[in-house]
């Protein structure tokens, strides 16, 4: 089945404590990105990347970092989390342009995470 | 500065009442996509349409039609008889030339009672 997958589904975590959200698709995708969402605020890009070793900010990268070290997998880094970091976050990916226009982006099931 | 505006935060309706979802963008870009999403109650996040910036035609699919006016730079979706089944947050979405950055709307809470 073609799925995008995160992991954790959920996190309750520390203020300064590192933690990865994994994620992967088995779509042969190149472009990936991850989001988070915040009531009233909708989804917010925080990176994307456009291939293998190919990443680039969205608009919210402050206390983020991501690589992509395979095509398959995105994983995002909080290496010191803040309780502004407490969102639902979302990873999505997509085949490459096709000449009518960006294809959809599929999404991950989300992983909720907390930072007290 | 916001690139997409859902003004409307959240609409009740009756069943089978039909109900427009407003949304209006921003890009300088000429050439642009704008997309709308379902999140249902559960929580994913369902894609429902892409538009392209140089195909204004408006679509119709089943209960779903899409109303596309580059002139007031909006991307109005309709539910022509709703259902319970449609309450949702509803996305609209905007991604310009590049194709690498998206930009989210936040968000028209539909609730359909029965």
């Known amino acids: 089945e073609a799925q995008v997958t995160q992991n954790p589904r959920y996190l309750i975590t520390v203020t300064g404590k590192k933690l990865t959200v994994t994620c992967s698709q088995n779509m042969n995708h190149e472009y990936m990105s991850w989001y988070r969402q915040d009531p009233g605020l909708g989804l917010r890009q925080i990176y994307y990347s456009m291939n293998v070793e190919v990443t680039d900010k969205g608009d919210v990268p402050e206390g983020y970092k991501v690589s992509r070290k395979e095509k398959r997998n995105f994983p995002l880094i909080l290496e010191s989390p803040s309780p502004n970091q407490t969102s639902l976050y979302f990873c999505a990916s997509s085949p490459p342009f096709s000449g009518k226009g960006y294809n959809e982006q599929f999404f991950g099931p989300g992983t909720r995470l907390t930072v007290l | ?114």
């Not at chain 2, 996509?33 to 369902?46: A, D, H, I, N």
């Not at chain 2, 892409?50 to 007031?72: C, H, L, V």
């Open chain 2, 1 to 114: 500065a916001q690139k997409v505006t859902q003004a409307q935060t959240e609409i009740s309706v009756v069943e089978k009442e039909d109900v427009t979802l407003d949304c209006v963008y921003e890009t300088r870009d000429t050439t642009y996509y704008l997309f709308w999403y379902k999140q249902p109650p559960s929580g994913e996040l369902v894609f429902l349409i892409r538009r392209n910036s140089f195909d204004e035609q408006n679509e119709i699919s089943g209960r779903y039609s899409w109303n596309f006016q580059k002139s007031t730079s909006s991307f109005n979706f309709t539910i022509t008889a709703s259902q319970v089944v449609d309450s949702a947050v509803y996305f609209c979405a905007l991604s310009e030339a590049d194709f690498n950055k998206f930009y989210f709307g936040s968000g028209t809470k539909l609730n359909v009672k029965p």
